[in-house]
């Protein structure tokens, strides 16, 4: 893999290595680590910490991401769909 990655790319490497894992954990308490990492994102922003806004990034992504694998999401798909054909606004 080179150090150019995709949003397809990030989502199988996550379902590669995390996907049993997070299916035995459950939906749900998948769901609360993803919160609890959005948290720990807050926390950096508020104390203005640019290293550990950048990995609590990676982390939310991670997380993101395997709640998509768990519900069957191509978040590539989703993303595509919902903001490369936005309507103008009004």
């Known amino acids: 893999m080179t150090s150019d990655i995709t949003l397809k790319e990030i989502q199988e490497l996550m379902l590669k290595y995390y996907y049993e894992r997070d299916r035995k954990r459950g939906l749900y308490p998948t769901f609360a680590w993803f919160i609890e990492e959005v948290g720990e994102l807050a926390e950096s922003i508020l104390n203005n910490n640019k290293e550990s806004v950048e ?27 919902k903001y490369m054909n936005p309507v103008p606004p009004t």
């Open 55 to 81: 990995e609590e990034i990676a982390d939310v992504l991670a997380w993101l991401t395997s709640i998509a694998n768990l519900l069957g999401v191509d978040m590539e798909k989703a993303f595509k769909k």
